[in-house]
């Protein structure tokens, strides 16, 4: 079996040094990647596009995706449920926000981000719930503080003022 040489081509991030060994009729090619790592390649994945390096490339790519950390906290549940009450009809609670168009800023609704920094800066703590200080206006910097129950059972529409 003649087997075409690919030393010194370049695939992805890949470089393939030499032919390593040929198995059930395959060629398999020892690569060097641009992080400095060496690996054994199929000679029809590096050619098809299928691997493009020895896996580093993937884990950056997954370190990208890692925006803030704070998915399993309860500052994230208040966002999220934010949102939900506002855009999702199948919410309980719909028809008394975005049933009543009630809705939440952009800046907020496109990223936690915004809202966490919001957040903090207002004084957010456990225990403290996001209140609408207008209470038929949207959620959004001007029209949002921290309070308590307490304080929140007083913002609501059916109390009496």
Sequence with gaps: MKVKNISGNVYGRLTVIELAYIRNHRSYYKCQCICGKENIVRKDHLTSGRTVSCG??????LKDTTTH???HTRLYYVWNSMRQR????NTKSYHN???RG???CDEWN???IPFYHWAIANGYRPGLTIDRINNDGNYCPENCRWAT???QVVNRRRTKK
Excluded: A, D, L, W
């Design 110 to 112: 496109k990223s936690f």
């Design 56 to 61: 580093c490339r993937m884990h950056e790519t």
């Design 102 to 104: 009630i809705s939440v």
């Design 69 to 71: 950390g704070q998915c």
């Design 149 to 151: 129950y307490k304080q």
């Design 86 to 89: 506002c855009r999702n009809p």
């Design 97 to 99: 926000y975005g049933g």
